[in-house]
């Protein structure tokens, strides 16, 4: 009976560590969902006002974390995102390494662990600006600094096409994906009333289907600096979005394109209310 009893409460004991867990890494996911759509509504403004004349920052997450730090209490913004960004990196890793299930291939595993190191480094970089370290490099130098180092390398031409043929097939498959509404199977949609379901649904489609024109034309982009081996032809995302100005349709293609990227920022929000985490 002393056997039983303590091997019960050890099992109490494990699945109430179990349940701590799992609660701490839903409210991990829920922040990084929040801080995510914060950047994703703030680059969307930003390029807006590109698109009408009056932007002076540049539409990409250090214009967006130069708007925040203007703010009242924007140093105090600027750790709750490094916060949030810390979270999502600490979920997604968790997704690559602790969760199990059919569900979840090697594959899924990998994306997982990719994007937490993206957000790690998102962290890092975040961190260093609130703490008075200056936004560095901008977007498009970055890009352009590192494809002209790549391109130094023996078949770096090659290393850099098949970079930019990557972005650009990531950009097509997340618009693929929202335009089919594949998200909606990582919401939990029977707790929304009808409408709200619509509109999250739309959140999702009109943001994602952005989301992936802006990544496979910075992809393009990159494909067209490989092949003209020209460093200078890559681009980051605020020079990508500045160049939608430059289509026949002027800079409504823009405003679009932004209006579709806050539109993502928003379904961030709605993500960290009804993900399944």
């Given at each position: 009976?002393?056997?039983?009893?303590?091997?019960?409460?050890?099992?109490?004991?494990?699945?109430?560590?179990?349940?701590?867990?799992?609660?701490?890494?839903?409210?991990?996911?829920?922040?990084?969902?929040?801080?995510?759509?914060?950047?994703?509504?703030?680059?969307?403004?930003?390029?807006?006002?590109?698109?009408?004349?009056?932007?002076?920052?540049?539409?990409?997450?250090?214009?967006?974390?130069?708007?925040?730090?203007?703010?009242?209490?924007?140093?105090?913004?600027?750790?709750?995102?490094?916060?949030?960004?810390?979270?999502?990196?600490?979920?997604?890793?968790?997704?690559?390494?602790?969760?199990?299930?059919?569900?979840?291939?090697?594959?899924?595993?990998?994306?997982?662990?990719?994007?937490?190191?993206?957000?790690?480094?998102?962290?890092?970089?975040?961190?260093?600006?609130?703490?008075?370290?200056?936004?560095?490099?901008?977007?498009?130098?970055?890009?352009?600094?590192?494809?002209?180092?790549?391109?130094?390398?023996?078949?770096?031409?090659?290393?850099?096409?098949a970079a930019g043929c990557l972005l650009i097939g990531i950009g097509g498959?997340?618009?693929?994906?929202?335009?089919?509404?594949?998200?909606?199977?990582?919401?939990?949609?029977?707790?929304?009333?009808?409408?709200?379901?619509?509109?999250?649904?739309?959140?999702?489609?009109?943001?994602?289907?952005?989301?992936?024109?802006?990544?496979?034309?910075?992809?393009?982009?990159?494909?067209?600096?490989?092949?003209?081996?020209?460093?200078?032809?890559?681009?980051?995302?605020?020079?990508?979005?500045?160049?939608?100005?430059?289509?026949?349709?002027?800079?409504?293609?823009?405003?679009?394109?932004?209006?579709?990227?806050?539109?993502?920022?928003?379904?961030?929000?709605?993500?960290?209310?009804?993900?399944?985490?």
């Open positions: 009976m002393t056997s039983s009893n303590t091997q019960g409460r050890g099992q109490a004991v494990k699945s109430a560590a179990r349940s701590t867990q799992n609660e701490m890494l839903t409210a991990a996911g829920r922040a990084g969902f929040v801080a995510r759509g914060v950047v994703y509504v703030l680059i969307g403004a930003l390029a807006i006002q590109i698109a009408l004349g009056s932007g002076g920052e540049s539409a990409d997450r250090q214009g967006a974390l130069a708007q925040v730090a203007e703010q009242p209490f924007g140093k105090v913004m600027l750790w709750a995102m490094v916060v949030g960004f810390a979270s999502m990196a600490l979920w997604r890793g968790a997704r690559a390494v602790l969760t199990s299930g059919p569900e979840r291939k090697a594959g899924s595993r990998v994306l997982d662990g990719g994007r937490a190191v993206f957000y790690a480094f998102v962290c890092w970089t975040t961190a260093v600006y609130a703490a008075g370290g200056g936004q560095g490099s901008s977007g498009n130098e970055q890009s352009q600094d590192g494809t002209a180092s790549v391109l130094k390398l023996s078949y770096g031409q090659v290393l850099v096409g498959v997340l618009a693929v994906r929202a335009a089919m509404r594949r998200f909606l199977r990582q919401l939990d949609t029977g707790t929304m009333s009808h409408r709200t379901k619509q509109v999250v649904t739309g959140l999702g489609v009109g943001g994602g289907v952005a989301r992936g024109v802006v990544f496979a034309a910075a992809g393009i982009f990159i494909l067209v600096a490989a092949v003209r081996f020209d460093p200078d032809e890559a681009k980051g995302v605020d020079a990508t979005l500045r160049s939608f100005t430059q289509t026949p349709v002027g800079p409504w293609l823009l405003v679009a394109v932004a209006i579709g990227l806050i539109l993502f920022g928003v379904f961030s929000f709605a993500s960290a209310r009804w993900r399944r985490l």
